[in-house]
């Protein structure tokens, strides 16, 4: 020991580093990407809480309508969205300080665009898990498809970029409203040019309406969207920020490929939806009743609706076999049920919005047609007023009109006593309907049956 | 210095002649669309909404007018800004509803004058209130948002309600819809006399 006492340093402490927050740290949370997604998704609510009787309650209608609300109104915001964005360092006039940043073109197009399609993307997804909740408490059968949404925000991406790129283009202040009010033109008016763009239509990926809701698309269907939209606008970002532009060739190959067979195809990606198509029946009832597959839940309560009526026609013969609500390829022995279809008007949130109209429209399918080419049935007064008694025993019209205060209230005189004499005498005829007991009234209901489809007003039994 | 030079200044600031020489412009657009047999619609039986995108497009040029590159140095100044603001909103809505008006009353369409100028007087004072709260430069965003939805949530919506929110589909003859409208003007003209625009710097 050289009895030399050292003093040993204590260790040097390094300042903790400063903590580096990433760049698109910042592009998130401040900027316009959070009015951005404020926008899409107060905008989706709005349009989901003012039509909520049109799609709460059935799957297919919720996800036509969310998607119908991506395309139409988030599409356009998100694109105007991601122009004002793409424009900023046209406003700050930092392009050339940019133009020095160790970060590639292509990096800090990324940074700076998808923290607004990120927000864009929450609203929607925000405003789309409530919708598929909202929904979910009055379905009985089905599930949602989770290729719509994923489509949906490929969609809203893509625009947001296509957007960014065009911002980054072109310095005009109003470009941004512009490009909305542009993407809201073709994104809204397209699919509705079937006369004269019957293929580009599909270029939009919006379902035709109310075919998303009773229809399933074909399993490439969301490929080919997703191929179009996102190939367009990955196409438009390498174009914009390669370093080999040509590079841009590949996407945009993948995106004309998939619009030329989204054009070819058309309606042909969409089948008609299996649970449509089958019936669910109750056949504890004459005419048995059946409803479609995606509405169970709403035998009960049809069955219900229609409890008078069948108690009405109980031991009457030459019946239709079965109410049913199919809309294609019924057997002719059945009667038509009013369509459940489209959702929100006879249906709502999984009930029936108005049980007696629909028992009404129900027992006048069992009813000669009007509109089945037999004039004389209509120039026959007496078999009208039979036809009428009939209709009035089974299921009066809730909504009838009121001809005879209509009358009165224009000073038509002549009609009031021309409308006084025609209710006597149906009185007359329905009252002997009531009058009869139910043995009789069961036969000549059984005889009235056997004449619905006749043309020849002499084979009516008379009242 | 002349007189003149404090209102020059002000208007090259704001982008004056620029918001000036737009709104005859949008109502060309507009004069040649409604000219047009189909009023403009690529299908006939189903036209462009342009009572909707003429008014969105004459307000986000007004609203966008409404920026001021030096805000703090503005507040410094002696003089009340209120006046100028009020001016410039009235100056520039009048413009617009005036070319507007007498664009859609040149046409075929069913688009009437007097909706054409309640819904350009509306939509600016829904954008004058967005560039208060979010600010000037984006004041577009929230009134296309909105315009878009209701457009499409009105196609089924009824009730005395619908003839409030979406006030910009309704027919010449909904009271609701005008005092909607002159409400949206009123708040907005107000609201950024008295507050000016929010600064932005996005």
């Given at each position: 020991m050289s009895g030399v006492r050292t003093e040993s340093r204590p260790p040097a402490v390094e300042p903790p580093a400063p903590r580096r927050a990433h760049p698109a740290r910042g592009e998130l949370l401040r900027g316009s990407a959070p009015w951005a997604g404020a926008a899409a998704l107060t905008g989706l609510a709005f349009l989901l809480v003012t039509e909520a009787d049109s799609w709460q309650g059935s799957w297919g209608e919720t996800q036509a309508m969310l998607q119908l609300a991506a395309i139409v109104i988030i599409g356009p915001l998100a694109g105007a969205a991601?122009?004002?964005?793409?424009?900023?360092?046209?406003?700050?006039?930092?392009?050339?300080?940019?133009?020095?940043?160790?970060?590639?073109?292509?990096?800090?197009?990324?940074?700076?665009?998808?923290?607004?399609?990120?927000?864009?993307?929450?609203?929607?997804?925000?405003?789309?898990?409530?919708?598929?909740?909202?929904?979910?408490?009055?379905?009985?059968?089905?599930?949602?498809?989770?290729?719509?949404?994923?489509?949906?925000?490929?969609?809203?991406?893509?625009?947001?970029?296509?957007?960014?790129?065009?911002?980054?283009?072109?310095?005009?202040?109003?470009?941004?409203?512009?490009?909305?009010?542009?993407?809201?033109?073709?994104?809204?008016?397209?699919?509705?040019?079937?006369?004269?763009?019957?293929?580009?239509?599909?270029?939009?990926?919006?379902?035709?309406?109310?075919?998303?809701?009773?229809s399933v698309p074909v399993w490439w269907q969301p490929l080919a969207t997703t191929g179009w939209t996102g190939g367009l606008a990955a196409a438009a970002v390498l174009a914009y920020t390669a370093r080999r532009r040509w590079t841009a060739l590949l996407p945009l190959a993948v995106a004309l490929t998939a619009g030329a067979l989204l054009m070819q195809n058309g309606e042909r990606m969409y089948r008609p939806d299996p649970l449509t198509q089958r019936q669910i029946c109750d056949e504890s009832v004459r005419p048995a009743i059946c409803v479609r597959a995606d509405y169970p839940g709403l035998l009960p309560q049809i069955k219900n609706a229609l409890t008078d009526i069948n108690a009405r026609l109980e031991g009457v013969e030459n019946l239709p076999a079965r109410f049913t609500d199919l809309d294609w390829g019924p057997k002719s022995a059945d009667a038509h049920l009013p369509s459940l279809t489209p959702y929100g008007q006879s249906v709502v949130r999984g009930r029936l919005a108005d049980p007696e109209r629909y028992a009404w429209e129900a027992a006048m399918a069992l009813l000669p047609s009007m509109d089945g080419g037999c004039d004389?049935?209509?120039?026959?007064?007496?078999?009208?007023?039979?036809?009428?008694?009939?209709?009035?025993?089974?299921?009066?019209?809730?909504?009838?009109?009121d001809e005879l205060s209509h009358a009165r209230a224009v000073g038509d005189t002549e009609r009031v006593a021309s409308i006084k004499a025609e209710q006597k005498a149906l009185d007359a005829v329905s009252g002997r309907l009531r009058a009869m007991d139910q043995g009789e009234r069961r036969q000549w209901l059984s005889d009235y049956f056997a004449t619905v489809g006749t043309c020849d007003m002499d084979e009516v039994p008379a009242l | 210095m002349t007189a003149l030079n404090g209102p020059l200044l002000y208007a090259r600031s704001r982008g004056l002649p620029g918001a000036i020489a737009a709104p005859p412009a949008i109502a060309l657009l507009l004069a040649w669309s409604a000219s047009r047999p189909d009023g403009g619609s690529w299908d006939p039986g189903f036209g462009l909404p342009m009572e909707a995108i003429c008014p969105m497009l004459a307000a986000a040029v007004i609203g966008t007018s409404l920026y001021a590159y030096a805000d703090e140095l503005d507040r410094t100044a002696v003089r009340a800004w209120w006046p100028r603001r009020l001016t410039h909103l009235l100056a520039l809505t009048a413009l617009a509803a005036t070319a507007l008006a007498l664009a859609a009353a040149s046409g075929t369409t069913g688009t009437g004058a007097s909706v054409m100028a309640r819904n350009t007087v509306g939509t600016v004072g829904a954008t004058a209130i967005s560039a208060v709260l979010v600010g000037a430069r984006l004041s577009w965003l929230p009134v296309t948002a909105y315009l878009g939805t209701a457009f499409i949530a009105a196609?089924?919506?009824?009730?005395?309600?619908?003839?409030?929110?979406?006030?910009?589909?309704?027919?010449?003859?909904?009271?609701?819809?005008?005092?909607?409208?002159?409400?949206?003007?009123?708040a907005g003209a107000a609201l950024h006399a008295y507050r000016g625009p929010r600064p932005d710097h996005l």
């Open positions: 991601g122009c004002w964005q793409g424009q900023r360092e046209h406003r700050r006039r930092t392009h050339d300080l940019l133009a020095g940043a160790v970060r590639g073109p292509l990096a800090r197009l990324l940074t700076a665009a998808l923290p607004t399609a990120l927000w864009a993307t929450a609203g929607y997804l925000t405003a789309t898990a409530a919708a598929l909740l909202a929904t979910w408490p009055y379905t009985s059968a089905g599930t949602p498809r989770l290729t719509v949404p994923l489509t949906d925000v490929v969609f809203i991406v893509s625009m947001t970029l296509i957007g960014h790129v065009t911002g980054a283009l072109v310095r005009w202040r109003l470009l941004a409203p512009a490009f909305a009010a542009g993407a809201y033109v073709v994104l809204w008016l397209l699919p509705n040019t079937a006369r004269e763009t019957p293929a580009a239509r599909h270029l939009v990926p919006v379902a035709p309406e109310h075919l998303l809701a009773e004389a049935r209509l120039e026959d007064n007496r078999v009208s007023r039979i036809d009428t008694a009939v209709e009035e025993w089974l299921a009066p019209d809730p909504w009838e009109f | 196609r089924t919506a009824g009730g005395t309600g619908a003839t409030v929110w979406a006030w910009p589909v309704q027919p010449d003859r909904a009271t609701a819809a005008w005092v909607t409208a002159a409400a949206l003007f009123a």
